[in-house]
Structures are given as C-alpha cells and as structure tokens.
C-alpha cells in the first residue's frame, strides 16, 4: 500500500473535459453533462484501493447529501487494468452496484484524462465552481486506514459548504493521500 500525495493541481485551473464509458449504464458522458448547477466533484478511486475503502462510506454520504443541493458528481477509475485487473470496466460495475453509487463510475482506459488532471493517488478530489474553475483540490479528511481518526469527510464537506454557500476557503489545502495510480 503506497502512500502517494495529491499533486495538487493550481485552483483557477478550468475542468479538463473528457468523454468517458460509464461503467454503470454503458453509456459515454462528458463533463458537460454531468457538472452540476453549483459546481462538479470529480473523484479519482479505483476499486482495490485501501485508501478508496477507507473513505468510501463518507463519498456516498457526500453525494447524497450534496447532490441534491445542485453538486454534480461523479467517479473516475484510471488504472491499468491489464495489469490490474480487479480495476476493470466489469468489476467497476459490480463494485458501483455492491456499493450502491448513485453517481457514474467512468473507465479512463487511456489515462489521458487522470494525466489532464494531474490525479497521482486514489482517491483524489477535484471540486470545481459553477464556471468549472478548480475552487477546491486535496483529501477528505485526516482520516487514513489504521490512523485512529475517525471518518468525517470534513475538509471536503467546508469546501463544497463554501462552494454551495458563497464563502471563502482557505488557498491552503491538504493533499489527499492514497494508492499511486496504476500507470501503464
């Protein structure tokens, strides 16, 4: 288990776009069609991921709570699935539908899309405003698997609460940290 640092990608910096196979429905989205009309949450995490595991009851409480409140979200899995292929398109969709996502799970099977956002570790967290500018980049919380830190997702929660509510947040923020991204 690899302990790889977000690469904290500038804020102001504008979405890449992408255009994606959802795991989940089969279909192809691009950011345009996902971002919400707040702002968008685009998470890097991948299936095996000890970090991703940690942290995956508070993503799915994030989503809940926030995509109702005009956020979109949605999930990208960049890793070789030839060399690791647990972190394939089939088992994505087995691991969306086991954990109940309600957001898509896209296969960036080129990885063009985790290098045009500069993802290095899973998960990695991007929330972009309503003008698709990078507003907040880094982890969920101080949480980690076997730190003792209980789970809050509250780093994550005061940007998009900042976002949502117009408020200021800090230009310092903490990089996520997990897995490295399995480059092929």
Partial sequence: MAKTPSNM???????????????NSNHYLAFDEIKGKKG???MFICNHCPYVHHALPEILMIAAD???QGLGIVAISSNDAE???????????EFAFKNSFDFPYL??????IA????????????????????????????????NGIPLSGSDLRNAIDALIYNRSLS???????GCNIKWK
């Fill in 66 to 68: 926030y995509r109702v």
């Fill in 115 to 146: 290098k045009a956002y500069d993802a290095a570790c899973t998960p990695d967290f991007y929330l972009f405003d309503a003008e698709n500018k990078l507003f907040y980049r880094g982890q969920i919380d101080d949480s980690r698997p076997g």
């Fill in 40 to 42: 968008t949450l685009v």
């Fill in 9 to 23: 990608l500038p804020l102001g910096t504008l979405a890449p776009d992408f255009r994606l196979r959802d795991t």
């Fill in 171 to 177: 230009k310092t923020q903490k990089p996520s940290l």
């Fill in 83 to 93: 060399k690791y292929p647990q972190d394939g398109p089939e088992l994505m969709r």
């Fill in 107 to 112: 296969y960036d099977d080129t990885q063009e």
